[in-house]
């Protein structure tokens, strides 16, 4: 502050008491961000203490009057964040104000005012705070015909009526004069009048451009955004262009400041293109991506190479005479065996980069005599990558673009315009949803508190998906957490790129459980708290089960007004504005009508329809085909064909491990409690393996907290459940008990009365019927046909097992079991139990293809076991369990062979997947079951060949695996490729990977911490692996450093895939020294790696120490000539290589004659 004094002399006096004067600048300008000080020096006549004075700073802005900061006798109070007085400045008469990091709510007059005593004197201050505009990036269309225009969409906020201008200009390549399009200026009067004024376009800043063809048109929207002092412009420009003509375009918006003197320029590139093939190609097709085509066939990769490799000749001479490979490609791909020549053949494209890559893909939407079903695969590929053109720019922008804010103000600004007419019902909207979306129901039915959203919501893993594996149960499918990209609610209507539209439909997915219904629950709360799509006027949400109940035919308006009676009087004026509605439906899985999307078209609102057509009219664009449209459903309901009718498809994935723990937390509401369970329950594979579904975190805290938590015994771990199904049977007791009103200990509670025994197996056989039928809800009908009704006085123990739940548009009620898993669980109990004549139920359900009885199995395995006994028959004394039953039948499971790869076609690959899954179930069955004798009997019988790639892994999977695989006396080959299962699940692993031969990991996303867990077993005294594949793995240097430090010690591996990781230089130099020392390695892979030459100077100085390598691959790793000179002198001295991979790199043609010219002290070597 002592340098506000050395300004003291441009002061002037404001206020003269009889001792006291006060002095301040009357106005101060600043930038956000800014540091201001507010000058304030009062005089004295004497010296005073600081006991004796009071200063008060006040903010004024219109008619509210704020306090700042106090000072008073003494003692100082702040009430701006960042503002503060100084004591020591206080005693020299100087009463400043420092605010830090202004901005726009510091806006406005202070008032200074300072008391001696009895005197008072105040000054005042202004101080006015100027922002740079924001300008967002351009948008342009994506045409491809000649005669479509193009349009480029720019806007631009600022702040406080100060003038700015906007201009288009063009510049075109080649030439060095930019070319003024179109200009527009505002004034501070014509801003407050809400016009705009627009000077002559076509106007040069130097001269007329003559060759200027087309018509440019301009379109402005103006907006002042009430409230805020800030006014947005959204400039549209539309070229037309007559002449085909190749040409490349700099198009510029630019903005002036005048206050600030600041311009703010935004640039978009544009390439005009007659295509000598295409007449018609005007605009290329706009892709994501520049490498679009080399990712695509990576991503593709296993279904080309699948639907190719029977017949691949036929391909092999097109792609020759169209000159995509050389003979000598496809001499190097005749030499491989059938299995691998897909494989070789797009390695190769791969290499030759994008361009040949795109002609590739182009080829093979060709072939469809060739390969049928190929060239939509290919197509739906595509897709993907393909910036499609989208709805008019204008309304993009204005709709859809991520709210643009200025710094630090406390509301975003978004450019919206609202009808007057409709605000006050809009209102009182919000306010029903908000109260309508604030609390959660109950989890469970005895359970009568509503714990807040805002309190026991915990983010979820979303993630935008293609389809999903239908062969797998949807409880069972996982995704790698770390290779999945975060998606937050408000991302889910947003476009997935610059320029790219965003959806009109999207269709959100999950498992049952997942948190679908409670994630748009939020989404709608924090909607109508203005929080998120503050772009929409309305948001509609139905539940379909509400929509379960309309029978007879329904309009849309009826609908809305039916659902929603305070929007009657608007109803018809809101559904004018299609564009600014979000129709949320929840729970289409849970629809009882199918959703006939080839149905008549209906385009009339008012005109009545079933309300399953209503539905697909709705999603179809019929009715308003500008509204935005959001499904949740799980994942096995919409069938792939239908899925053309999404822009959009996301999935939940439900928790990571960090929110599992804070979800621990929010349950059990203790800190130390929570800990303590989530490392428990962490160390039990199965139980942790299904808690990333927020249901069964539910179920388990709900259980731990009854068991332990009220009788104080957190401390006895082995009371934890060991299994899924150990756990569903303490859960089922503990909801029995806990009904009951009475302190009865769940570990001692036994179904005792017959009539209770009666409707346990009603209960379970309702849950068997519902699982064979898909059906998960139950209506009050069902339940009165099927379950015994107890007297009056007695509670039935079937309301304490089905959650009940009131629909608001029909006096009526359903009822289901509070998971999806628990109705499993009952059904698995009805099937051990059960004895209707003529009936075998274990038979049908072991015997079944389908993935509905997946979990089932699971928990019919686990009810059989000894250490169960015990539980079952106090749930169901009466009846005797199937036991010699369900363990013949999970050995039949397990005796089925997976068919070798080399024999998969396109026609068989569904069978082969299902074999997997079969085994997969098999090991959980037998891990459940816990019967050693059984599991030992049945490694006895099956190969040594174990082959799971391909099937999505969690950890729970992993756990069962090394269970089954402890009881083999040896493992000839287990190969895991792209079962996603990270290094958490391999970690199960690592005790069975030293013990196999032929172990395969490729396309893990291992990282290096899996790359720890491989080499620990390279390191173990009875490593037997002979050949390990880890290609496309993320491995980088500090895990090739691991992997290296193992091979020092290792004597087993003969054949080591490290193709397609990013080991660079440094890891490269890692395991050139390990290889120094290794002898026992032949065949080392490196493919792909990024080593450049130096790498390359490493293993060359690594080869002419080794002498076990016999064959190493360095393609693709750019090398040049530098790097491939150091191998000449290493080949003179190494006489056991016999081939070398290198030749494809950035070596030049002279770089490979030298090489293959060297003096080789092996004659019979190879170079490729």
Known sequence: MSCFLTKFTTFCFVSVAASLEVMVI?????????????????????????????????????????????????????????????????????????????????????????????????????????????????????????????????????????????????????????????????TSSSIRQREFSRIEDYQSEQEQDKTLEGEHDIA??????????????????????????????????????????????????????????????????????????????????????????????????????????SEDDHDIIQEKPDVDKGRTLLDIMNHKGQQSCAEFLEVLQDTKDLYPGLRKFVTTLLESYIDKDGRPLIDLLNENLPTVSFEDISEKIQITNFPEEISEAVATHKCTLQAQMERIKPYFVFDNSRPLLQERFTSLVILNVRERNKTEHELLQHRDYTACERIDIKQLLSPSAPGEKPPRVTLVQGVAGIGKSVTMQKLAHSWACGMIYTGFYVLLYFSFRELNTIKEKISLTELIVQSYPHLRASCDKILEFPRRILFLFDGLDEFKLPLEFNSRSVVDRSIAQHINSLIVNIIKGNLLPEATVLITSRPTTIDLDHKTYFNRCAEILGFSTKEIDAYFLKCLKDKKVADYVFRTVKSIDSLFGLCYVPAFCDILCFYLHKSFHCKGKWSQISSFPRTITDLFLRFTKCLLVCGSGEEEDPESFCIEDDKDKNEIIKLAQIAWDGIINKTIIFSAKDIERNLAQNPPDKKSFWKKILTKESLKMMQSHIWQFFHLTHQEFFAALYCVSANEPGMDHVHKAFSSKSNVFEIVLRFTAGLVS??????????????????????????????????????????????????????????????????????????????????????????????????????????????????????????????????????????????????????????????????????????????????????????????????????????????????????T???????????GDEGAKYMAQAIKTNRSLVELRLGDNDITERGSDYFRSALGVNDTLEELWILVNNISNDGKERLKNARHKNPNLRLN
């Open 1081 to 1091: 390695l032949r065949v080392f892979g490196l493919q792909f790696n990024k080593i």
């Open 866 to 1079: 000894h250490s169960n006994r015990k539980l079952v028959k106090q749930l169901m004394p009466q009846h005797q369990l199937k036991e010699a039953e369900v363990l013949d039948a999970i050995k039949n499971v397990a005796a089925v062979e997976v068919p070798k790869e080399d024999t998969i076609t396109p026609e068989n690959i569904t069978k082969y997947t299902v074999h997997k899954r079969q085994k997969l179930t098999a090991s959980h069955c037998l891990y459940e079951a816990a019967n050693e004798s059984l599991t030992q009997l049945v490694t006895s019988q099956t190969s040594d060949v174990v082959n799971f790639s391909y099937i999505s892994l969690n950890v729970t999977d992993c756990t069962a695996i090394a269970n089954l695989l402890s009881y083999y006396p040896t493992i000839e080959t287990l190969e895991l490729d792209g079962c996603k299962a990270g290094a958490s699940g391999f970690q199960r692993l690592e005790c069975i990977f030293s013990r196999v031969k032929i172990l395969s990991l490729e396309g893990n996303m291992l990282e290096d911490e899996g790359a720890e867990i491989i080499a620990n077993a390279l390191k173990s005294e009875r490593c037997r692996i002979e050949i390990l594949r880890l290609k496309h793995n993320s491995i980088r240097e500090k895990g090739a450093a691991q992997i290296a430090e193992a091979l020092k010690t290792n004597s087993s591996l003969k054949t080591l895939g490290l193709r397609a990781n990013t080991i660079r230089t440094k890891g490269a130099h890692s395991i050139a020294k390990a290889l120094e020392i290794n002898t």
């Open 220 to 325: 402005m929207t103006l907006k002042e955004h009430q409230g805020s002092g800030a006014y947005s412009l959204i400039s549209q420009l539309t070229i037309r262009t007559t002449e085909a003509t190749n040409k490349k375009l700099v198009y510029s918006f630019e903005v002036q400041h005048n206050a600030i003197k600041q311009r703010v320029s935004k640039v978009v590139f544009l390439e005009i293109k007659a295509g000598a093939c295409d007449s018609t190609k005007y605009f290329p097709p706009q892709m994501k991506r520049a490498d679009w085509a080399i990712h695509a066939i990576e991503e593709g990769r296993r279904t080309v190479v699948n639907y190719i490799s029977p017949n691949i000749l036929p391909l092999l001479k097109l792609l020759m005479c169209k000159r995509i490979i």
């Open 26 to 186: 009357p106005a101060i300008n600043a930038t956000i961000g800014d540091d201001v000080v507010l000058g304030c020096l009062f005089t004295r006549t004497v010296e005073l203490k600081l006991s004796y004075i009071v200063i008060e700073w006040n903010h004024r802005v219109g008619t509210d009057n704020k306090a700042v900061c106090l000072f008073e006798f003494g003692e100082y109070e702040s009430y701006r964040p960042g503002s503060s007085l100084s004591i020591n400045e206080i005693s020299k008469a100087n009463a400043s104000l420092l605010l830090k990091n202004v901005t726009i709510q510091d806006v406005g007059s202070y008032s200074c005012t300072v008391t001696v005593f009895s005197d008072k004197a105040t000054g005042t201050v202004t101080l006015a705070i100027t922002v740079a505009p924001k300008v967002t990036d351009i948008v342009k269309s994506n045409h491809l015909h000649m005669d479509d225009p193009l349009s480029l969409v720019c806007a631009v906020l600022w702040f406080k009526p100060k003038a700015i201008s906007a201009s288009w200009y063009r510049e075109e390549e080649g030439k060095s004069q930019r070319v003024l399009v179109s200009k527009w200026n505002s």
